[in-house]
């Protein structure tokens, strides 16, 4: 069955760095786009950047410039490098799988699976 899991979390200072990973299997990786979302407490889930699977990116204006998504491939994993990290990027971030094979990663709406979160705490 389709899996997804998240690592790489954890508690950072005002501008520090984090990479998040975001381990996949079930499914052939390489067809489906894959994005990273993230929810703040008594907030909706927002979407933060996202890869399609010609290796297009998009990003959230509020992490333009400080994030970085990419994905191997080869080794089914998504990652999400986020430098320059502020307090309000404290979340609970999430990876998100496509829900059919070429179809672009738009919003929520668009993803058939999710990975059940690694906590982000930045501090001031």
């Known amino acids: 069955q389709v899996r997804l899991v998240e690592s790489g979390g954890g508690s950072v200072q005002f501008g520090g760095s984090l990479r998040l990973s975001c381990a996949a299997s079930g499914f052939t990786y390489g067809a489906y786009c894959m994005a990273w979302f993230r929810q703040a407490p008594g907030k909706e889930r927002e979407s933060v950047a996202e890869i399609q699977t010609d290796g297009s990116t998009t990003y959230a204006d509020s992490v333009k410039g400080r994030f970085t998504i990419s994905r191997d491939n080869s080794k089914n994993t998504l990652y999400l490098q986020m430098d320059s990290l502020k307090p309000e990027d404290t979340a609970v971030y999430y990876c998100?799988?496509?829900?059919?094979?070429?179809?672009?990663?738009?919003?929520?709406?668009?993803?058939?699976?999710w990975g059940q979160g690694t906590q982000v705490t930045v501090s001031s």
């Open positions: 998100g799988r496509g829900q059919w094979p070429v179809a672009l990663c738009s919003g929520p709406a668009s993803i058939g699976y």
